[in-house]
């Protein structure tokens, strides 16, 4: 609904201006208008960050709440745990640590962090500067700082919630005291959250109280661009297509999902992710309720909700994934030696719970639990997050996906991911899928359309590329666009064949290198392509090409990393040591951005 003259009476705007923005977004779509609410939101948030960083200094009953965040999490966290203390009378100053001043943090005086950990117990990318500063000899002491840290991570990661760590070590070491200590979350990070932010806000009263009032706000900025769903507050959506893009006889099966956003009004842009929320497999939650010898309809309570158990297991809790404490739980009900044993040992542990799904883990070792106490063991689902394939320039109100489906067989019975499963072959086209977007400002074309880019994207890595092409086919972007992409085989995983040979006609791409490891007796993949064009790819970086990497993160990202240090070296005529250091200052400058998962 467009605001009418009675409700912009009383903007800050005099009646000139009101009456040429009345005019400018007249003719705009409900579409448009989201997005230029968001363009104006970004725009307000630069203004108004400028001018908390350079003109307001911070006063010093503040409380300074700093994120560090790769997919959403610690941010959302952060951004509820200021609304909450400044609704409390508190003075809070929120930022992302990208927009933070490592050095500045000898003015703060009480200093709460939300960080989450990536890669293998990597430091997201908005909070490597501040983590390594603090790290260093550089970093000033601290001993007027009283701090806290929530740290988000995984247990199935072998570095579990590193990066908090690393914060609460470094700030320790600088002489700053806790506020309360550390509290170190799981995937199923609500509850935790929510009970840290409630005391600590009642710590920081404690401490502010008396020096802060509800009147002296810092400027908060809202991170991102405004957009009414959430992850907590997601849209239902409608699946539009889901199509097999795999050959008949792959070995993996690839779909292009469309989803249609309708009149929603959400906006994305290339680069951002899409959450996924879903449902388990009704067949899967019949065969774990049939090997528990339970009722599926028994009432069990899960976070104050009472549910059915089946209704539970289909929608409520994770069952696909094994957590590594589900193996202690169910090693002590079934008392089983193996089971025991592996819990024992963190490490094999969590190895075995990555092989091995919840129902697989019980049948291995029998045992009697009760429902409720089953349902407590096990983790809320949480939505997976999948890389946008298209650009709303080219497909509007829809948003398309590349997704692999995890399928595997244990014990000749197939086992599938929960939420690829669900997108690729259990929704129907027209059922509903609970979605919400992920922004990633870390993970974005050149602002400068002329930029040359060099993506490298195999197997699903590929789609955030597609949504680039789109983009910059768009906005006639006139930068050289190079693709180097992988897979098995020509014939079957050609994800998107025929879109860049038509972008290769047209010129949009000026070049593909594509390695299919299974085509020739020895295995190809980017990373040797990307050697064979060694000097290519140095004179393109030279000429201030960003670089780009998206997909595997265990095994492609760090073959192809090394590629890229051995190529610089080789070219830039420089020692290893410095080859990395010429690849970390193309991340400090945001020229080298990585999607990988
Ligand atoms: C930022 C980001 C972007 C992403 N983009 C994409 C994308 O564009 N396309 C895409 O396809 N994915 C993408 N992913 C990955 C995606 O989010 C999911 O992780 C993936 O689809 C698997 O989820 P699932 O629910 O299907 O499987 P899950 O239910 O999460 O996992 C299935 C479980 O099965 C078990 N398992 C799996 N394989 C085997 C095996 N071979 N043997 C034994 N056990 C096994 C493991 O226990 C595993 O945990 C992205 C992830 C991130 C973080
Ligand atoms: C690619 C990837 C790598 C991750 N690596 C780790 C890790 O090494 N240690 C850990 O504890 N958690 C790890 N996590 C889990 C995240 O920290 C966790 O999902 C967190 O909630 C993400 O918060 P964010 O959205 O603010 O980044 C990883 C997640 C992803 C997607």
Request: with cysteine.
């Amino acid at each position: 609904m467009l605001p009418n003259q009675q409700n912009l009476q009383n903007t800050m705007l005099d009646a000139n201006q009101l009456s040429s923005l009345q005019h400018t977004i007249g003719s705009y779509s409900p579409l448009q208008l989201a997005w230029a609410s968001g363009y104006l939101a970004a725009k307000s948030e630069v203004a108004t960050s400028n001018v908390s960083a350079s003109v307001v200094s911070i006063p010093a009953a503040t409380l300074t709440i700093l994120f560090g965040s790769q997919t959403g999490n610690a941010k959302g966290v952060a951004k509820a745990l200021a609304a909450q203390a400044q609704a409390q009378g508190l003075t809070v100053d929120l930022k992302s640590m990208s927009d933070f001043k490592p050095k500045s943090i000898k003015n703060i005086t009480h200093l709460l962090i939300v960080a989450s950990t990536n890669g293998e117990g990597e430091a997201p990318d908005d909070a490597i500067a501040l983590h390594e500063f603090l790290a260093s000899k550089k970093a000033p002491k601290l001993e007027s700082l009283h701090y806290s840290v929530l740290a988000l991570g995984d247990t199935s990661y072998e570095f579990f919630c590193q990066t908090g760590k690393d914060f609460d070590e470094s700030l320790s070491k600088l002489g700053a005291k806790q506020m309360s200590p550390r509290v170190d979350c799981d995937v199923d990070y609500d509850a935790d959250a929510k009970t840290w932010s409630d005391s600590i806000i009642n710590k920081a009263k404690a401490l502010l109280g008396s020096e802060s009032t509800a009147s002296n706000v810092v400027a908060m900025p809202t991170a991102g661009a405004v957009t009414e769903y959430t992850k907590q507050a997601p849209y239902a959506a409608e699946l539009s297509l889901s199509q097999k893009i795999t050959g008949r006889d792959s070995a993996k099966d690839v779909r292009h999902i469309e989803i249609d956003l309708a009149e929603s009004g959400i906006t994305y842009q290339a680069g951002d992710a899409l959450g996924v929320w879903f449902e388990n497999d009704t067949r899967l939650v019949t065969e774990l309720i049939t090997v528990l010898n339970l009722s599926a309809d028994e009432q069990i309570e899960v976070a104050g909700e009472s549910l059915t158990l089946a209704q539970a297991l289909t929608s409520t809790l994770e069952i696909t994934q094994t957590a590594v404490n589900f193996i202690s739980f169910w090693a002590e009900q079934s008392q089983d030696k193996n089971l025991l044993a592996l819990s024992e040992d963190k490490n094999l542990a969590r190895e075995y719970a990555g092989n091995h799904q919840i129902v697989d883990v019980v049948k291995s070792a029998p045992a009697n639990v009760t429902a409720q106490d089953f349902a407590d063991a096990l983790r809320k689902i949480t939505p997976r997050l999948y890389s946008i394939a298209s650009s709303q320039a080219e497909v509007e109100e829809e948003v398309h996906l590349t997704v692999g489906l995890v399928e595997y067989n244990e014990n000749d019975q197939l086992r599938s991911g929960g939420a690829s499963s669900f997108l690729g072959k259990r929704l129907e086209e027209g059922g509903t899928v609970k979605v919400f977007i992920e922004h990633n400002d870390n993970f974005r074309l050149p602002a400068n359309t002329d930029t040359p880019v060099i993506m490298i994207g195999p197997g699903t890595g590929v789609a955030p590329f597609r949504a680039f092409m789109q983009e910059r086919e768009a906005t006639q972007a006139s930068g050289d666009n190079w693709l180097f992409f992988g897979d098995q085989t020509f014939t079957q995983d050609f994800l998107y064949q025929t879109e860049w040979q038509a972008y290769l006609k047209s010129g949009l791409l000026t070049n593909i290198d594509l390695a299919f490891s299974r085509d020739q007796a020895t295995k190809i993949y980017v990373q040797d392509r990307l050697r064979e064009k060694a000097s290519e790819i140095f004179a393109w970086l030279e000429r201030g090409a960003h670089l780009y990497i998206c997909g595997d993160m265990s095994r492609m990202a760090k073959d192809v990393e090394l590629a890229l240090v051995d190529i610089i070296s080789e070219h830039g005529k420089l020692s290893t040591e410095q080859a990395q250091d010429y690849l970390k200052e193309l991340r400090n400058a945001k020229r080298f951005q990585k999607d990988v998962y």
